[in-house]
C-alpha cells in the first residue's frame, strides 16, 4: 500500500538530525503517484564454519539483503534463471527510476529497496514484487556524482529484515522501518570532516549482530565505526590511517562480516592493508600488508575481496596482480597467512564472485577466469566479445550462470559450470554499473534509467 511522501523532517532523536544523504519518513504523494501512473512503469559452497569463516547462516535464497547477496558471494547455487531478453522481451515488467543512481539493489521478501536521487533529494524507493512502487523517503538535496559512471546513490542499502540502513555520498547514514520511516539519521561529513576521496564514495555499510558499520579511507583521517542499529549512537569509532604511495590510501572497497574465534569481526580492505577488526568494539584483530612491495602509485583499492572458505581473494594493482590470505591469526600476519601471489591477472574495479568452491572473475576489459582459491591457479581463461566499452559492474553466478554487465548496457549470460560458453548478449539500451542480483527465478538489473526485471511474469 503506497503511504503518503513526507518532507524532510527532524529526527525523532534531538541527537540525530536530518541531514543530507538518507532517506526520511517515507511515503509517497506526488512521487509515488507519478510512478504508479506511468513514470514507474511497468552452494555457493556451503563452508564449513570453523572459529573463522563467513559469519552468520545463510540467507533464505529468495533474499538478497545486501550488494553481492545472502552469503556476500555474488552467487546463488540453484535456480532456473533467464538467458535471453532486451529492454522490450523477456521482461516481467520495468520501471523508470527518478534519478540516476549506481547502487546495486536489495531484495528482502518480496520487496525490493533501492536508493536514488528523487526531485534533487537522496532517497530510497520501495517497491513489490511486481514492480509496483510501495513507498518513497527523501533527506534533502543530493550531492552529485563527477564520475560519467558514479553517482551521489553508490552505496547500496543493507538490511536486517527489520530495519533498512543506507550511505550516500553526502555523509548521511541513516536507518529506516520498512515502512520507510526513519528511525535515525546522522552526517559523518559534519561530524568527522570531508572526504577526500578522488571519486565518489561507494562503500556500502555492513551490519552486524547490533552496529552498523561504516568504513572511510581516503587521504587523511581514515576510520571504521559502528553505530547502534536501533538509536544511531556511536559505538565505536577506531582510526585505519596507513602512509602509502599517492591515491593508495583511497578505498571503495566494501568490508565483509566474517567470524573470528567464535565471535563476529569485520574483514577491510584498503591503504594496501588486509586487516581484522571485532565487531563488538572496532579492535584490530590482526593485518596484513605487502601487498605493493614496489611502491606504485594510484593503485587504488576498488574490487571488493571475495571468500572461498576461510581464504580471502584479494584484487589490487588495477587489475594487474591477486593474493590469496588466509583469514585468522592475531597482530602481523603478513608472512604468515599469504597463501599465494598471482601477478598478470585480477580486475580493478568488477568485485569477484564465488561459486560452488571456485573463484571467478570478469576483468574490466571482459576476459573470463576460473581460479582455484586455494592456490590462486587458473582452472580455465576464456574472454567476452571485445568491445571498446569496459565492465564496471560486479558480475553475479546464479545457477551455474554468469551474469555480466558491459557499462554500455549489454548483459551478457554465460555457461561457467563444467565450461565457459556465452549463451546471450542482451542489449538494455543503457549504462549499467549496478551489478545484476539474482533471486527467485528472476533477475533485476539497475540500469541509469530504468530497473529491469528479467524473468517470466
Known sequence: MCRPRSSQTPSANPNHPVEEHGLVNAGILTQAQRFAAGKFTALACLTTILSIGIAGHAADLADWPRWRGPNDNGSTPSGSYPVRFDADTGLAWKVALPGKGCSTPIVWNQRIYLTAPIDGQDGLVALDWGGKALWETSFGAEVAGKHRNGSGSNPSPVTDGEALFVQFKSGNLAAVDLGGRIRWKVNLIERYGKRTLYWDYGTSPVLASDVVVVSIMHKGDSYLAGFDKRTGDVT????????????????????????????????????????????????????????????????????????????????????????????????????????????????????????????????????????????????????????????????????????????????????????????????????????????AGRVLLRGEKTLFCAGEK
Not at 550462470?401 to 555457461?415: M, N, P, S, T, W
Not at 561457467?416 to 542482451?426: M, Q, R, S, W
Open 236 to 439: 565505536w569509532k577506531v582510526p585505519r590511517n596507513y602512509t602509502t604511495p599517492e591515491e593508495n590510501d583511497n578505498s571503495y572497497a566494501t568490508p565483509l562480516l566474517i567470524r573470528h574465534a567464535g565471535q563476529e569481526a569485520l574483514l577491510v580492505w584498503g591503504a594496501e592493508h588486509l586487516t581484522a577488526h571485532a565487531a563488538k568494539d572496532g579492535r584490530l584483530l590482526w593485518s596484513c600488508g605487502d601487498f605493493n612491495p614496489e611502491g606504485k602509485a594510484n593503485w587504488v583499492a576498488v574490487s571488493s575481496p571475495v571468500l572461498a572458505g576461510t581464504m580471502a581473494v584479494v584484487p589490487y594493482g588495477r587489475g594487474s596482480r591477486l593474493h590469496g590470505i588466509r583469514l585468522g591469526g592475531s597482530g602481523d600476519v603478513t608472512r604468515t597467512h599469504r597463501a599465494w601471489v598471482r601477478d598478470g591477472t585480477g580486475t580493478f574495479v568488477p568485485s569477484p564472485v564465488e561459486y560452488a568452491g571456485r573463484v571467478y572473475l570478469v576483468r574490466d576489459r571482459g576476459e573470463v577466469e576460473c581460479l582455484d582459491p586455494a592456490t590462486g591457479k587458473s582452472v580455465w581463461v576464456d574472454a567476452l566479445p571485445k568491445h571498446s566499452s569496459s565492465y564496471y559492474s560486479s558480475p553475479a553466478i546464479a545457477g551455474g550462470k554468469l551474469y555480466a554487465a558491459r557499462e554500455d548496457g549489454v548483459v551478457f549470460i554465460a555457461q561457467v559450470d563444467g565450461k565457459f560458453e556465452v549463451l546471450a548478449e542482451n542489449p538494455l539500451g543503457e549504462r549499467i554499473i549496478a551489478s545484476p542480483v539474482p533471486v
